[in-house]
Every structure is written in C-alpha cells, then in structure tokens.
C-alpha cells in the first residue's frame, strides 16, 4: 500500500469491530488514519458518522473514507447524499476494483453482518490500490454524475476550501454577535437555488418583469409567515439586513435633513442610527441618546427632555449591543409628546419577539 492517501473511516456500533480492525490494518500499511468514531459497540446512529467521513473527503482533507455499518447499505444512502461522493458497497474485493476504475469511488462501505476480517483487508487493499481510468467512458459517465449536482469542490477548489475553513471556524468557535444568524440547510438551499437567477424588481403581481409567477409565490409565502409570526398586519420580506430595513424605513418616513434621535454607538446603538460615517448620519440631522454612566441603563427621563429640546421628527429605539430590556412603552410615549415617530429597529431581539419571550 502507499503513503500518499489520507483515510477517514467511521462506524456505527454495528461496525465498531471491524472498523477497528481496518484501522489498524491501515495504519501498519503507513497510511495516515483519522479515525472519526464511533468508540464503543453502544448503539448509534450511523448517519452521524457516515455525513463526518463524506464531509471530510467532500472538502478534500481526506483522500478517501471507509464506512463501515450492519450491512454497509445505510452508509451508503448518507454518504451519496453529499456532493462529490461516490459510495459504493462492496462485497468481494473484485467489486472494490472496479468501482475504483469505473466509477471513481471515494468512499468504500463494508457490511460488517456479511463480510469476514480477511475479506475485509483484501476488500481495502484493492479498493485503495485501484486507479480510475481517466479519458474515455467511464470519465464521460463520472463526469455526469458531477454535473448534475456541480460541486463546488470540483468547479472552484479555492473558494470551496475558503467555504470549509468557515464551516469549521462555525463549528468551533462561540458567535457573541448577536444579529448573526446561522442559516439553516434548508435556507441555505432556497438561497442558492434558481429563484436568485430572476429579476423581481417590484412586488407581488406588480413587478417590473415577467415571469416573476414562481418568485411571487415565494415572497407571498414569506410575507405571510412574517405577518402570522410577528402579529403584524403588513411586512416587507425584501431588505438582505437590517440596515436595509433602517434605510427604507427612513426613505420612507423622512426627508434629506430631518431630524433623528438615536442611541449612540458607543453607548450600544448601531452604525445605521446616525454614526458619521454611516449613510444616516450624512443624510439626516442626528441627536444622540446614551445611557447613564451608573446603572447603565437608558435614563428615559433625560431622553424626554432631550426630546423636548431637539424636536426630532422620528425617535429610534433599538440597539446593537445594549443587553437589558427597552421600555418601548415609555419610548412610544416619549415620541407622542413631541409628535415624532418611534422607529424600532429589533434586529436583534427579532428571534425573540417572534417566540413571545420579549
């Protein structure tokens, strides 16, 4: 065997015995090993070890995987899940070859139910030993496969590596920013999907294109989440951020000058509340609000007169790292006694308010 491939191997309780085995195995052949579990025979669930190994080869920090289940099948199911893998079962060492040079497999399942130790290292031994035929069908046919789901990996192996570093620094580091949001699989795959090909200038069934039929489906579906989440009676979906949000609601409501009373940055407000050097603080006239220097806290009787000598034309509630609870009651009051606006910008509590617990 060679030195040159990196393996990645897993099991469930099912193939913890075998898997060990194969380990071991490999790594008197001098290859490099990382074992990603599982550690005993307790029971599992195997697709948790089957995405860790696809994972790691799919990013290319594994040359190649083994997985190792009852049957190898379920393992298998898992792994072609992710883009870039091809798992095969294999059940006689014959198999192993030539999935290796028909079809470039990058991950080997074994059954441990049905496969003897012996037959298991020959089985590994023809599998890593085999090369793809490059050129000719069998490339054409891979190539396909490729095609379908277009992996980054193949396509751009720069920005996919840039992509993993991410992953991982996500993975193992603790985010304290509290307005980002960890997008789920299934947004993550509406945001790359074929809605972000079309122009949709325009709303819902007033748009400035057409064809537009499928994405105002999507944003009528959002809309009307929004309004069923918040309580509200209308919602705009279409802002990418919160300071998207800010600047329409302040092209919407005010005037090149007016006049805005916000929390100031440095007391926990945000650079959209008027910071110079924001789009706010150059098109509108800013006061700023902070919070006093010994409980910390917004002294909501000296923003009262603050109101009352600047005059504003909107008041921004709202912050960006202020931690404690925003008497919006008292703000609202605030605002009707000089006739200004109360803009809340809840950004960062939004999660929150929609689960009723602010």
Known sequence: MSKI?????????????????LC???MENDYQVENLGTDSADSTDYPDYAHAVSKK???????????????GIGMSIVANRHPGIRAAVVNVPEDATLTRVHNDANILCIGAQRTDEGTAKEILSAFLN?????????????????????PITEQDPELSSAIHKEIKRQENNIELIASENFASAAVREAQGSQLTNKYAEGYPGRR??????NVDLAEELAINRAKQIFGAEHANVQPHSGSQANAAVYFCALEHGDKILAMDLSHGGHLTHGHPANFSGKFYNISAYG??????????????KQAEEVQPKMI???????????????????????????FVDMAHIAGLVAGEVH
């Not at 193939?15 to 060990?20: C, D, I, Q, R, T």
């Not at 083994?66 to 049957?71: D, E, G, I, K, Y």
């Not at 919070?291 to 009262?304: G, P, R």
């Open 24 to 26: 071991g195995h490999l």
């Open 208 to 213: 400035w294109y057409g064809g537009c039929e």
């Open 5 to 21: 491939h990196s393996i990645a191997i897993a099991s469930d309780h099912a193939g913890y015995n075998l898997k060990e085995i």
């Open 130 to 150: 085999a090369v793809f035929e490059d050129g000719g069908r069998h490339e054409r046919r891979v190539n396909k496969i490729n095609s379908h789901v277009a």
């Open 291 to 304: 919070v006093d220097k010994e409980t910390e806290k917004i002294d909501y009787d000296a923003l009262q």
């Open 316 to 342: 921004t509630a709202g912050a960006s790292a202020y931690p404690r609870i925003i008497d919006f009651e008292r703000m609202s009051q605030i605002a009707k006694s000089v006739n200004a606006l109360l």
């Open 57 to 71: 080869v799919a990013s290319g920090e594994a040359s190649f995987g083994v997985l190792v289940c009852h049957s």
